[in-house]
């Protein structure tokens, strides 16, 4: 018998399974479950038929290109696009900053091989992304944790934090944000407190990494479209940008883009190289016609209208079933809401009960670097339809009836 | 002015650009260059019409989940398809040992994340693939090279490297093998020493990584089908076993899968996940759909003759005009021709000479992870046409008589 575990690296050893994505699996295997868990955009929204011509149109063999190894960096045209795009959100962007990555996963995995060594410090909101917490952590850096306001990062506790680490000798590398919509707590930063992050960033000498893909999705009841100009539109000499695809056409396609300074964006590519050559060039190209053809802009104002009354659905049934029980922001943008209990019941704890009455969330966990937010709910309306939204707050209702009123000891399922 | 040196972590410092990609830019750029540089399969042996057919098929919005994010280990059916084909290959596989990987450059890359740390030695042939080796550098990991053979690697030099090595206190991880038309050399390795390998790696208790994109394309009127038997097919207990849809279909599709023994594919999904969530849903859709309508076996024959007889035409090509210059042994499969330079002129200084006459190949070096090779050339036959491929032979003989005129001390590009 072979002992495999004497050849993992240490990186390996330390991996862990993502708690939503471990709901995604809970998920595919039942059949009656109200899923609040993984972000997933609405299917039944995607512009299929709108798809199915471009691809049709794409794999004529005319252009042999669209099947063949591609350039690392992307499709060049798929890349103007991207800095069109960024221009419209006030990001001055340029070629040699642009890297088409496979879904900004991706990008935020180079970003944690091309900066951090092992011992490194990223800073992370409290509470963050699962996907960059872990794609950080398999760095082996240590994730530090800046509590929230109400309108995004604490500034006096990132200072404390900071004035800590580098007495202790400790070597700051970024701040990691999402400053619109962030997963998961739906919070938006005001422009002001964007300011002053990059300001803070240069008197600091660190740099932001800022991930964006919730942008186009704000609420036009709530919000305006200038309350989400990201801070690389400020300036872009600090601060790696992202932003995808995923929630506006389709995650399935797996691209996203990132600009950073150009020396970081070199190493970037090369980090890709070795990660898998290129994006699929049929992904590239049926995105980048979507855009071209004007399906994207025309897709957009339908999209914000969709999820806008997503969200009113979620937020009413939680009013009218879990009032006291629950305390949350209707969120301004975005697939998500982000609900605290008010007593002392755990989301662990309750989840194990809703699972068994045929609703899923993320547990808030899983969101905190420093082990705290056991209170909290990632409830994601995104995918489900009104009705099936409004049958799983009532489930949700139920659970939390029952869970608060079982005892103590009763078993915990280890999900 | 900002300094974004000192952001970067210490693999970004040493990451090289893959002397592949290089030429694979030069390329893109050039008008009338001949490429037997990177190893692209020919586009126009695409089934194109065919995969047109089957993106429309699967567009139409009946099956939501083409363009939803999809499970990390990749969409269940194309997992059973990578079994069905390892069979016909003799291996054994289980649903828990496979990841479908985003190119098994992807594959590489997961491997090096989790078995590599840094000083580990990965033990590699003389020479190997070079997006292999670049992705297990990139994680601080030693690659020490093994000579080759006739019928594959030297068994005597593979046991002297190890015992030095344990003797300094090096840990080894495991072999990186290409056993089946190796990229760069086109070696196909002897079913004995197949066995003998294995034998070697139990013995010694490392892991074998066997790297397989090119089994199906072996030349039928030299390669019965049975000398490609993997080393999987005698056992999987510790061998990784990677092959890819890329040669076959198309690499634009960026699909590939890799079979490990279940405690390391677990690892290796985790990483999956950190790093880009899933492999592209619509890509792995068409790839199913093209293994079950039988298009991929109705297209391996027609592949085999097509590149048998652009192999023929390099073939005879090199014969007539570079007998005694160049020597090299015809391939039994796959996409390279190996040659190496019989007098003092090096391919680095042959290839300055060669791209400024219209053609261009990979230098030696990039292949040899102990710095030698600088004799050799990679001849890529496979995406060429029989036309150009003869001119790109006779522009090359015209560059090994310059340049074996020229003054040793003429300027050399830095290419």
Redesign the interface.
Known sequence: M?N??Q??????LT????AI?QM??VL?QASDMVSFA?G??A??V?P??A??EI??DT???SD?????????RGFKPLGDVSLEIMKTRGIESRTDQVVIT??S??GL?LIG?????PG?VALMELPSYT?AI??FR??GASLVGIRQEPDGVDLDHLDTTVRKLRSEGRRI??LYLVPNFQNPSGLLIGLEKRARLLEWAERQ?V?IVEDDPYRDLYFPDVTREEETRPIAAIDT??VIYLSSF?KTL?????VGWLSA?A??AA?LE??K???????????QR?VYEAYRRGLLARHLPVLRAYYQKKRDTMSRALDARLTGKLGWVPPRGGFFLWAELTGHLTSDRLLSVARRRGVIFVTGAAFFVDGTGDRFLRLCFSSASPERIEEGVKRLAEAVEEASHAPADSPVSSI
Do not use: I
């Open positions: 072979t495999h575990e050849f993992l690296s240490r990186s390996a991996m862990r399974e993502s994505r995604g699996a595919a993984p997933y955009p299917e039944d995607f299929w038929k798809f199915a691809a049709s794999l004529t063999g042999g290109s669209v099947l063949q190894y591609g350039p690392t496979t879904g996963q991706q995995d091989r091309v900066l951090l060594d490194d996907g872990t794609a398999n760095t590398k970024f000498d740099l000499s600090r995923s389709a995650p399935g396609f797996r300074p020396p970081v190493k090369l980090a190289q070795a990660g898998d050559l290129c994006t699929g060039g049929l992904d049926v």
